[in-house]
């Protein structure tokens, strides 16, 4: 995959909402790289700010929230320059397409399906009807829904939930945006709907060669369908690499307890691991590092400075203190450990912690 | 779909019937009977003279259907018919026929009693509560037919029907043999279609508008009569006059007069005059109508505005509209606009001063009517907008590109018609109850204002029928709100609502 070319390039976002005449900052300062064709998944934990960073890409914050500073760059232009929602128009569902978390209500209960796809054709592709009809009914077939002709015409009360997801889908694709953002695409659904919704989208995305973002909180998922992985924590990324690097070597303490919280790298007769306490308050000026509160591994610099990104090789950077020189040894919970055997690149630490 | 409304159908007449069942209990078992005399006229002026006294209130009570009520004349004639000479002398004070009323009317379950002065004896029995209800029933739906009239004084009386155009020239079917002589006919009064077939009997009125069939009070018109010049031909001749009788309601009149020979061909001679209001029910159904509608236009377009601009200004008014009509008692408000609507805007606060012909008497009462209905449609229906607006749908469709104005009309709007519909029979109901408030209010001459003053004049009859009358509205109401809701809402259609149930 080209690595190099980038598609849209965030720089220094910083999202605050008024919420009662008070204000708190969702997304602070966030840069984050997206390259053509690959798969990028955002995870962290809800509220960490996945939804608010993706939605400033469309222009669909809600009417209480501001970008604050920052920049985004698609197609040679700063997005947060587009200023009436005709602009936008012209990049949502077109360039940048999004499919939510819940199918069961994405579609509206009272009209058809078919018109609830044509509608976005006839658009923004400025096609006559029976054209659109017909670019639907393809649709329709792409993402796996028998007997078009006669479902086209269904309620989506008529469809199940897996179903509606797909119709949501091909609703995304109809006008062949160049990104595709799942948030959360499979949460809302039974575990064997979601694997075939996520093999839906990679092969969709194997035919028309569009980017995906893949909004989760779920690792499980990442590890299936992601190329790279960004790790968002009280509206900051902390840490992002490849699925390899993330997996197989986090740097992050918040990862460490991501990967400890996985369920497949329990410890029999262990309870499951969770993370210990809340994140912070968004209305209140971070000071130091957002999750040194809760973080077992906490200097004391933790609580006075914020850390920069450390890198950890060309593709990988973490923002822990951790990484700095001057720190001293932490040793990783038993499931990274665990997860580091497995990738088989157990650099540091010495043999002495090999056996423990 | 078709079984479904004959299931609907069927549950909302058993509606009507179990509503108008519980009423009839609750009058005859709550209403004391003693109390019926209150608004009567006529036993006050014969109260010195115990013997029509107390028949006449026994008679009344029977007309009521509290008792049965039986005298000794009435029981001679009995046995040995009206017109015998045995009568009068099984009246006389020796006769042996007090002893067989006696006994007769005891074995018959009567409680047999003495007049104070003349001692011609009498019998009453109470008629059981279930009895009275079943008596409502039984004579409640009367069926006109061409061999419904039997008079011995007129053996030749032709039967059939017939077609034949009344004095305005329509065309109707007439008949003879029948009570009525306009069985079907069509004009431009509302609901454009008549009949006389089958009509409803719901017992005389009492103690106001003494004897008049009730629902002939309520559907009859008011005010003075109205003459207008008829021409038409009688015998072949032609003939005109003057007259203010409504030929539609036609009655069989066994002896005609000369006036009347002059007027008609036929026995049917006896009708109810034409007058210049409009009926107890015509006038409660141009406020109500008007009024329903008012309150579904002006409250939904304000709901619908405060939804879009939410929070802002117009909203705020509204929120405050609403709050202030659901927190104060319906007769203040009313009070309040009528006292701005006479002051401010000069408009008449009782409607008899300008009268049913000026429509300014109409424009207080309708609004007024309105009020509490605007706002519980604007607050229905900006709550749905709002929620709408908030949906996962409509943000999905704003992702797809499509533009605010785009989401509103082709999603939001459509969607609306739903709530909408679902609102109309509350909408309905609530003009209802509103009605006996504004109407008593404004002195309008409607049902709203009938239905009170029966209440206070214990008019049973008159209660019935019109807590009947309002039932039937509602349930109908929510009868057409049901079967509409299956065509505009895709999920409820009829085939899947069948199933459900
Ligand atoms: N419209 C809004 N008004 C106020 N706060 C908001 C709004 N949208 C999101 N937030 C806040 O921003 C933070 C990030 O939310 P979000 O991006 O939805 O999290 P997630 O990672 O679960 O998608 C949360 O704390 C949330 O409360
Ligand atoms: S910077 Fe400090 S507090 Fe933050 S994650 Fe690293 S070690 Fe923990
Ligand atoms: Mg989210």
Redesign the pocket.
């Known amino acids: 995959m080209d690595q190099n070319k980038g598609i849209l390039k965030v720089r220094d976002l910083v999202?605050k909402?008024?919420?009662r005449r008070r204000e708190?900052t969702?997304?602070r300062s966030v840069s984050l790289d997206l390259y053509e064709g690959e798969t990028l998944a955002i995870v962290?934990?809800?509220?960490?700010?996945?939804?608010?960073?993706t939605?400033t890409f469309t222009g669909m914050?809600?009417s209480?929230?501001r970008i604050a500073a920052g920049s985004i760059e698609f197609e040679g232009r700063n997005l947060l320059e587009l200023k009436t929602d005709k602009e936008w128009e012209k990049i949502r569902g077109v360039k940048i397409a999004t499919v939510f978390q819940d199918p069961m209500t994405s579609l509206n209960p009272l009209k058809r399906i078919g018109i609830q796809i044509t509608e976005v054709i006839e658009k923004h592709q400025k096609l006559p009807p029976e054209e659109a009809r017909r670019i639907a009914l393809t649709l329709m077939e792409k993402v796996g829904i028998k007997d078009v002709e006669k479902r086209f015409y269904d309620y989506p009360f008529q469809y199940s939930g897996g179903m509606r997801q797909r119709i949501v889908i091909a609703i995304a694709l109809a006008c062949k945006p160049r990104i595709l953002i799942c948030?959360?695409p499979t949460t809302a659904l039974d575990v064997t709907i979601q694997a075939q919704i996520l093999d839906l989208i990679r092969s969709l995305q194997r035919d028309y060669g569009f980017t995906t973002i893949y909004?989760t909180?779920d690792l499980g998922v990442v590890a299936n369908v992601a190329d790279r992985v960004a790790v968002?924590y009280s509206?900051q990324i902390v840490e992002y690499g490849s699925v390899r690097e993330i997996f197989y070597d986090p740097r992050h303490p918040y990862t460490w307890a991501l990967i400890s919280s996985l369920p497949t790298l329990a410890r029999k007769g262990e309870p499951l691991y969770a993370i210990p306490g809340t994140?912070p308050t968004?209305f209140n000026e971070i000071k130091g590092d957002a999750f040194a509160p809760r973080n077992r591994y906490a200097l004391g610099i933790d609580f006075e400075e914020e850390p920069p990104f450390f890198k950890v090789s060309e593709s990988h950077y973490a923002k822990t203190w951790l990484l700095d020189p001057r720190a001293p040894f932490a040793d990783p919970p038993h499931a990274v450990k665990l997860m580091r055997k497995k990738g088989n690149i157990y650099a540091e630490g010495g043999a002495a912690e090999a056996g423990k | 779909m078709l079984g479904y409304v004959v299931k609907r159908v069927f549950q909302s007449i058993l509606s009507v019937l179990i509503v108008s069942t519980l009423t009839l209990f609750l009058v005859y078992s709550c209403v004391p009977r003693q109390l019926v005399f209150k608004g009567d006229l006529v036993l006050p002026k014969i109260a010195n003279k115990p013997d029509e006294y107390n028949d006449y209130k026994f008679r009344t009570w029977e007309k009521l259907g509290y008792i049965d009520y039986m005298t000794q004349q009435e029981y001679a004639q009995e046995v040995f018919g009206a017109d015998s000479p045995n009568v009068s002398q099984a009246l006389l004070r020796d006769s042996s026929f007090y002893e067989k009323f006696r006994t007769d009317l005891s074995a018959r379950g009567y409680k047999v009693e003495a007049l104070p002065i003349s001692g011609y004896l009498y019998a009453t029995k109470d008629v059981a509560l279930l009895t009275r209800v079943f008596r409502w029933y039984a004579k409640l739906i009367q069926i006109d037919h061409p061999y419904r009239i039997q008079d011995p004084n007129n053996p030749g009386l032709k039967r059939g029907y017939f077609l034949t155009r009344d004095w305005g020239g329509g065309l109707a079917l007439a008949a003879s043999g029948t009570i009525y002589k306009y069985q079907i006919w069509v004009d431009d009064s509302f609901p454009f279609f008549h009949q006389n077939i089958v009509r409803l009997n719901m017992g005389r009125s009492y103690p106001t508008f003494d004897g008049v069939p009730v629902l002939d009070v309520i559907s009859g018109g008011q005010g003075r009569s109205a003459r207008r010049e008829i021409r038409t031909t009688v015998r072949g001749e032609e003939v005109s006059f003057f007259t203010s009788i409504d030929e539609h309601s036609l009655k069989y009149k066994p002896v005609l007069d000369r006036l009347d020979m002059n007027k008609f061909e036929d026995n049917y001679a006896d009708g109810n005059l034409t007058t210049i209001d409009p009926s107890m029910l015509g006038t409660s159904f141009t406020i109500g109508m008007y009024s329903l509608l008012l309150s579904l236009a002006i409250g939904l377009t304000v709901g619908v505005i405060a939804a879009m601009k939410k929070d802002r200004i117009f909203d705020k008014i509204t929120m405050a509209y609403i709050v202030f009509i659901s927190s104060i008692p319906t007769l203040l408000y009313i009070a309040l606009f009528a006292r701005f609507g006479m002051k401010v805007l000069g408009l008449p606060d009782k409607f008899p001063f300008l009268g049913s012909q000026n429509i300014l008497s109409y424009i207080l009462p309708t609004i007024s009517l309105s009020l509490g209905g605007i706002a519980g449609e604007a607050l229905w229906i900006r709550r749905y907008m709002v929620d709408q607006m908030n949906a996962d749908y409509v943000k999905f469709s704003r992702s797809k590109g499509l533009s605010q104005a785009e989401v509103f009309f082709k999603h939001i709007v459509r969607n609306a018609l739903i709530p909408i519909v679902h609102s109309i029979p509350m909408a309905v109901i609530g003009t209802l109850a509103g009605a006996l408030i504004t109407e008593s209010f404004y002195a309008v001459p409607g049902m709203g204002k009938m239905f009170p003053s029966a209440i206070s004049d214990y008019n049973n009859a008159m209660i019935i029928a019109l807590t009947f009358i309002f039932t039937v509205v509602s349930i109908l109401a929510i009868f057409l709100g049901d079967i509409l809701v299956t065509f505009v809402d895709p999920r409820i259609s009829l085939a899947a609502r069948k199933e459900a149930r």
């Open positions: 999202v909402f008024r919420v708190l969702a997304i962290g934990e809800s509220g960490s700010g996945k939804t608010v960073l939605k914050l809600e209480n929230g948030d959360e909004i909180h968002m509206g994140p968004l």
